[in-house]
């Protein structure tokens, strides 16, 4: 099972003339090895960019894209990772969510579609990232 972040499913669904052609490439490959999934923080950030009544999994469905919430495990993991991020002078512009979808990513999937691998790879020792090559 592989997990999707947000930037790359606002590639796609936005249509992105830099970034949509390799995410939606990179999705595609991963839907046929597996599942792909998204949490409720990604479900919840791509919503808030998009200027539809239409709920975001509507979307993600007709692509094969399914919901698998975020488990307690995977929650508490966050808020370990905010803090480390914190104590480490991180500044503001990293929210609670960058670390709900990477515990995500990490504690229930085996692979994490980003293009933030950077951020990914340094607290989320482990994860496989796999981003899109544009």
């Known amino acids: 099972m592989i997990a999707v972040d947000s930037s790359v499913l606002l590639d796609i669904l936005t249509e992105d003339a830099r970034f949509a052609t390799a995410s939606a490439a990179t999705v595609a490959q991963a839907l046929g090895v597996g599942e792909v ?7 919840a950030e791509v919503q ?16 094969g894209i399914r919901f698998l919430a975020t488990s307690e495990q995977a929650a508490a993991r966050a808020g370990h990772m905010q803090r480390r991020f914190r104590d480490r002078g991180g500044r503001r512009e990293r929210v609670v969510a ?7 990513a990490m504690m229930q999937c085996d692979a994490f579609i980003t293009r933030d691998a950077g951020f990914y790879r340094d607290y989320f020792k482990g994860l496989k990232v796999i981003v899109p090559q544009a």
């Open 37 to 43: 999934v998204v949490c409720d923080a990604v479900i």
């Open 98 to 104: 960058d670390f709900l979808i990477g515990a995500h």
């Open 48 to 63: 808030s960019m998009l200027e539809t009544r239409e709920t975001v999994m509507d979307a993600l469905s007709e692509f």
